[in-house]
């Protein structure tokens, strides 16, 4: 993934603050992480609605590369109790797809 886009670089850091805030002894729980992960999607979608140089599908993309440099480096660096191993890899392979499923329900729940 490349880069976190400029218009939500902000954004992100506002979460990478947040990472730090809620570490205890340098630790973060699994379900600690993905709260974050989900409060930054929630926080990039009213900064991209305004963004008009983008159809629907670059804005999404937007938000999946913003949200996945936050895990790559706020989120993926700490100890996160679980085996290294097995967990950093399953999270960073399947959080494009898991950022942009909730990025959908959350536009489309925003829309009833």
Same mark, same amino acid.
């Given at each position: 993934?490349?880069? #976190?886009?400029? #218009?939500?670089k ?11 805030e809620?570490?205890v002894?340098g630790?973060i ?8 992960v989900?409060?930054a999607?929630?926080? #990039?979608?009213p900064?991209?609605? @305004?963004?008009q140089?983008a159809?629907a599908? @670059?804005r ?7 949200v996945? @440099?936050l895990w ?5 660096p700490l100890?996160?109790?679980g ?8 999270v960073?392979?399947?959080l494009?797809?898991i950022?942009?499923a ?7 729940w925003?829309?009833d």
């Amino acid at each position: 993934m490349s880069a #976190c886009p400029d #218009c939500l670089k902000e954004t992100i850091e506002v979460m990478a603050g947040k990472v730090k805030e809620t570490l205890v002894d340098g630790k973060i729980s699994l379900a600690e992480a993905w709260g974050l992960v989900i409060a930054a999607v929630i926080a #990039c979608i009213p900064v991209i609605a @305004h963004w008009q140089d983008a159809d629907a599908g @670059h804005r999404r993309q937007a938000v999946i590369v913003a949200v996945v @440099h936050l895990w790559e480096e706020y989120l993926k660096p700490l100890d996160i109790p679980g085996p290294d191993a097995v967990i950093d890899p399953a999270v960073s392979a399947a959080l494009p797809f898991i950022v942009g499923a909730l990025y959908d329900s959350l536009l489309a729940w925003s829309k009833d």
